[in-house]
């Protein structure tokens, strides 16, 4: 079902995520203040009870990835949000989500760290996020939008993917996406519900149920592990999804997501105006990881160029990814700091000087 | 020798709860829980809540409480119950909402949940069970361990100015306006179980007639923790009431 609103609008992006997430079918939210997603909260303050659906703000993060694990045992379509520092109280609640198999989306508006760090925005939660997030053995797919209006379809596709597979999901967007604001052509979407035959409602004429991670015999504990591990293989199957731009004849590749994404476009525009052929290879899955496609693509690229706003993070995954295709160089900042177009052209220019073509390249990359 | 059968049929004068499980229990022999979980079975049987009711397991040696009691189950993280109570309860109305937890869940690492949860008034019923140590993991020491109670982590025993004062949780959740019921009973005499299902029934009609957050604390005894036979801690009990004293602290169900 889409509601879709055919003029452009001037939205923000924590009020965006939340009435696409509203327009989606959202049955209840749950968060805490935290900048830079605070709007997102504010936002759904207003428009969930108008709705008639569920809004709490909680007396914590634990509080609200809490709630998000009873109201979505009961089948219900839940979101919670926050940002970095609140993320990580959130990691044990999402640790039993996967657990006992309830789904969710979990929205991280990232901010500068370690610690209480800054507000401005960053990629330093990406090992947290694309690496389990929580203790024991689990994947959480990770998506990762790089603008507004991609933020909003992927809200919709979050839900989706979480209730298609029992998992919580994270939508990892940070402190510029949350804050800016850019037109966008609302094109909402409802996905369709599933028959949680396995929810909660109370056992009136049916066995009861129990919806629960624990389990003290080993040897069952083990099936349960094989089972969630067998739903990631899937999920590794069905799900890896990435963008490209001008690959098709680039010497130069840059990889890169989120935020850090649009400024590698810029440069990319800039290396080619300068002669130098790059492209831009954007995972919007950040796991299922999108690495046949650009273990394909290295093999053809003479240099791959890291860009993060973390500080060599997104790097291990493409160089696992990569397996010594091509050289792999990196450009991180840090602390809220987000690298110009300018000085990504520059590191593309190092790249290229200090690589020969792919043609003469030696070894397994050929 | 052959007994005779009565000329009339016996009379049935007790009967297990519908919503009780007929199966024996992993607890300790002597362990309170069992009266408990009995009493909560007879209360839901009695206001015909089982089949709407939807019940939070917490960490603790409880949290098995989806083995005996015949309702829909969700088992939170330590301490989390009154968060994930109230998750359940905001998307499903029509739900009888409530968890069973102990004194190491709901006062020490618990403490945020079940203190927001009553300063919501959140329409959930709290079965707290009393024991004053982590019976699971050991016997360790708990907040609402007794001054000079031996444990395996005061092995001296409990001292004030070492380990603090014993935590009177329910009292000051009974200060807190969202809480429409709240009171501590005891399993220590057959006398007093009647009276913890009364308080049990009360909680859950705080519940029911939507006047707000309901909690009723047990005194329960842990053997093994305590290191006493099985009769030795429920005659300790009366013991345990000169810093827990039974009663009601708050009653606002009958309030309009």
């Given at each position: 079902m889409t509601a879709a609103a055919p003029e452009r609008v001037l939205m923000k992006g924590n009020e965006a995520i939340a009435e696409a997430a509203v327009q989606a079918?959202?049955?209840?939210?749950?968060?805490?203040?935290?900048?830079?997603?605070?709007?997102?909260?504010?936002?759904?303050?207003?428009?969930?009870?108008?709705?008639?659906?569920?809004?709490?703000?909680?007396?914590?993060?634990?509080?609200?990835?809490?709630?998000?694990?009873?109201?979505?045992?009961?089948?219900?379509?839940?979101?919670?949000?926050?940002?970095?520092?609140?993320?990580?109280?959130?990691?044990?609640?999402?640790?039993?989500?996967?657990?006992?198999?309830?789904?969710?989306?979990?929205?991280?508006?990232?901010r500068?760290?370690?610690?209480?760090?800054?507000?401005?925005?960053?990629?330093?939660?990406?090992?947290?996020?694309?690496?389990?997030?929580?203790?024991?053995?689990?994947?959480?797919?990770?998506?990762?939008?790089?603008?507004?209006?991609?933020?909003?379809?992927?809200?919709?596709?979050?839900?989706?993917?979480?209730?298609?597979?029992?998992?919580?999901?994270?939508?990892?967007?940070?402190?510029?996406?949350?804050?800016?604001?850019e037109p966008v052509v609302p094109a909402y979407r409802n996905p369709d519900r599933r028959d949680a035959d396995w929810a909660l409602s109370g056992?009136?004429?049916?066995?009861p149920r129990v919806v629960r991670s624990l389990d003290l015999q080993a040897e069952a504990l083990e099936r349960h592990n094989d089972r969630l591990q067998a739903k990631y293989r899937e999920i590794e199957r069905v799900g890896a999804r990435w963008a490209g731009e001008q690959l098709d004849d680039a010497e130069v590749v840059i990889v890169a997501y989120g935020i850090a994404a649009r400024v590698a476009r810029s440069a990319v525009a800039m290396a080619r105006a300068g002669g130098l052929r790059a492209g831009l290879f954007r995972p919007v899955t950040l796991w299922?990881?999108?690495?046949?496609?650009?273990?394909?693509?290295?093999?053809?690229?003479?240099?791959?160029?890291?860009?993060?706003?973390?500080?060599?993070?997104?790097?291990?995954?493409?160089?696992?990814?990569?397996?010594?295709?091509?050289?792999?160089?990196?450009?991180?900042?840090?602390?809220?700091?987000?690298?110009?177009?300018?000085?990504?052209?520059?590191?593309?220019?190092?790249?290229?000087?200090?690589?020969?073509?792919?043609?003469?390249?030696?070894?397994?990359?050929? | 020798m052959t007994i005779p059968l009565p000329e009339a049929p016996a009379r049935v004068i007790a009967t297990r709860p519908r919503l009780l499980e007929d199966r024996s229990t992993h607890y300790c022999p002597g362990c309170g829980h069992g009266v408990v979980h009995r009493l909560v079975a007879e209360v839901l049987d009695e206001l015909g809540l089982g089949p709407r009711t939807i019940a939070v397991a917490a960490v603790g040696c409880a949290v098995f409480a989806y083995e005996y009691l015949h309702v829909d189950f969700l088992e939170a993280q330590h301490g989390r119950a009154p968060a994930v109570a109230?998750?359940?309860?905001?998307?499903?109305?029509?739900a009888f909402v409530m968890t069973y937890q102990g004194d190491g869940d709901l006062a020490a690492i618990g403490t945020a949940e079940i203190v927001h949860a009553a300063a919501r008034g959140e329409r959930i019923t709290t079965i707290f069970v009393n024991n004053g140590t982590y019976g699971m993991t050991g016997?360790?020491?708990?907040?609402?361990?007794?001054?000079?109670?031996?444990?395996?982590?005061?092995?001296?025993?409990?001292?004030?100015?070492?380990?603090?004062?014993?935590?009177p949780i329910t009292e000051m959740l009974a200060l807190v306006p969202g809480t429409a019921y709240a009171a501590r009973g005891s399993v220590g005499t057959p006398a007093l179980?009647?009276?913890?299902?009364?308080?049990?029934?009360?909680?859950?009609?705080?519940?029911?007639e939507d006047r707000g957050f309901g909690i009723?604390?047990?005194?329960?005894?842990?053997?093994?923790?305590?290191?006493?036979?099985?009769?030795?801690?429920?005659?300790?009990?009366?013991?345990?009431?000169?810093?827990?004293?039974?009663?009601?602290?708050?009653?606002?169900?009958?309030?309009?």
């Open positions: 079918g959202c049955d209840a939210y749950f968060g805490y203040p935290i900048t830079p997603q605070a709007e997102l909260l504010e936002w759904m303050a207003r428009r969930m009870p108008e709705e008639g659906r569920a809004f709490v703000q909680a007396e914590s993060e634990i509080g609200a990835i809490s709630m998000a694990l009873g109201a979505g045992a009961t089948g219900a379509r839940v979101m919670v949000s926050t940002s970095s520092p609140g993320f990580s109280l959130m990691a044990e609640g999402m640790s039993y989500m996967a657990g006992s198999e309830v789904p969710a989306v979990v929205v991280n508006v990232m500068g760290g370690p610690g209480l760090g800054s507000i401005g925005p960053a990629q330093a939660d990406y090992f947290q996020a694309v690496k389990g997030h929580g203790h024991g053995d689990y994947r959480v797919p990770v998506l990762a939008p790089s603008s507004i209006a991609e933020a909003m379809e992927l809200v919709a596709d979050a839900f989706e993917l979480a209730e298609r597979f029992r998992t919580p999901v994270i939508l990892l967007a940070d402190g510029i996406l949350g804050q800016a604001m056992a009136d004429g049916r066995p299922p990881f999108p690495s046949a496609a650009l273990a394909e693509l290295a093999s053809r690229t003479r240099a791959v160029l890291v860009v993060e706003l973390s500080a060599g993070q997104l790097i291990e995954d493409v160089r696992l990814a990569i397996e010594g295709r091509s050289p792999v160089f990196g450009h991180g900042r840090t602390g809220g700091m987000v690298p110009s177009p300018s000085d990504l052209v520059e590191a593309l220019r190092r790249a290229w000087a200090a690589t020969e073509p792919v043609e003469e390249r030696r070894g397994p990359g050929r | 109230t998750g359940i309860r905001r998307v499903r109305p029509d016997g360790q020491l708990a907040p609402t361990s007794l001054l000079g109670q031996r444990t395996t982590s005061t092995p001296l025993g409990r001292d004030a100015r070492l380990n603090g004062y014993p935590l179980i009647g009276k913890a299902k009364a308080m049990i029934r009360r909680a859950c009609e705080a519940q029911t009723v604390e047990i005194l329960s005894n842990c053997p093994v923790g305590w290191g006493m036979t099985p009769v030795e801690s429920i005659r300790h009990l009366a013991e345990v009431v000169d810093t827990y004293p039974l009663g009601v602290f708050v009653d606002r169900v009958g309030e309009c």
